[in-house]
T-cell receptor, first 115, second 113 residues
C-alpha cells in the first residue's frame, strides 16, 4: 500500500541547474497535483492534471513544467532553478468530483534548496 | 476567487485542554470542506471532511461543522493529547472535475504534557 511515492526526498541545487521531481501513485486515481509549501503560506497549487493526457496551470506555475507520463506518474521539472524555488514540494492524487470528495492522498514531500 | 483563512498560530495548550482552531472561507457555490493534518517530516493526511451545509465531519475525537451562514468550518477537540501536536490545514475544493484544493496557511499546534 505505497499510495503516492515522491523522489527524491531531499535535493540541493545551484542556481540555474535543472532537475525533475518524480511522483507515482498506485491507487488508480485520475487526478494528480503538485503543490509547494512555504512557511506561513500554506500549500499553493503549481500544476495539476485532471486526467491522463491533460495538464493545467495552478496558482504559481512560473518556472515549472509538468508531464503526465501515464495514469500513474506525474513529474515536475525546474528548467533553471532559482533561490525563490526553495520549498517543500508535495505531489498528491485524487478522484475527480463527485467521488473525489474523499480528499487527496499526499506523498511525503521533496525538500528542495536552491543556493 | 476561493480562499481560506485560518486563525494565526502557533497554538500551545496543555494536555486535556479544549481545542478550537478557527477557519472561515470565501467561495462561489457550495464547496466541500476539509481539515488536513501534517505531522513533522510527513505529508498531509486527511483528518475529516464535510460536503454540504450542516454536515459534521469527525475523526479521532476531532469535529468540524460546515456552517454556510457564517462560512466557517472550525476544528474542535474536547481533550487534546501530546500526540495531537502537528500543523493543521483547513481547505476547500470546488466541484469542477479535478478536485483542486485551496488551503489556509496552516496552524501549528503544540500540546505540552
Amino acid at each position: 500500500n505505497a499510495g503516492v511515492t515522491q523522489t527524491p526526498k531531499f535535493q540541493v541545487l545551484k542556481t540555474g541547474q535543472s532537475m525533475t521531481l518524480q511522483c507515482a501513485q498506485d491507487m488508480n486515481h485520475n487526478s494528480m497535483y503538485w503543490y509547494r509549501q512555504d512557511p506561513g503560506m500554506g500549500l499553493r497549487l503549481i500544476y495539476y492534471s485532471a486526467s491522463e493526457g491533460t495538464t493545467d496551470k495552478g496558482e504559481v506555475p512560473n518556472g515549472y513544467n509538468v508531464s503526465r507520463l501515464n495514469k500513474r506518474e506525474f513529474s515536475l521539472r525546474l528548467e533553471s532553478a532559482a533561490p525563490s524555488q526553495t520549498s517543500v514540494y508535495f505531489c498528491a492524487s485524487s478522484e475527480a468530483y463527485p467521488t473525489g470528495n474523499y480528499g487527496y492522498t499526499f506523498g511525503s514531500g521533496t525538500r528542495l534548496t536552491v543556493v | 476567487g476561493n480562499s481560506v483563512t485560518q486563525m494565526e498560530g502557533p497554538v500551545t495548550l496543555s494536555e486535556e485542554a479544549f481545542l478550537t482552531i478557527n477557519c472561515t472561507y470565501t467561495a462561489t457555490g457550495y464547496p466541500s470542506l476539509f481539515w488536513y493534518v501534517q505531522y513533522p517530516g510527513e505529508g498531509l493526511q486527511l483528518l475529516l471532511k464535510a460536503t454540504k451545509a450542516d454536515d459534521k465531519g469527525s475523526n479521532k475525537g476531532f469535529e468540524a461543522t460546515y456552517r454556510k451562514e457564517t462560512t466557517s468550518f472550525h476544528l474542535e477537540k474536547g481533550s487534546v493529547q501530546v500526540s495531537d501536536s502537528a500543523v493543521y490545514f483547513c481547505a476547500l475544493s470546488d466541484h469542477q472535475g479535478a478536485q483542486k484544493l485551496v488551503f489556509g496557511q496552516g496552524t501549528r499546534l503544540t500540546i505540552n504534557p
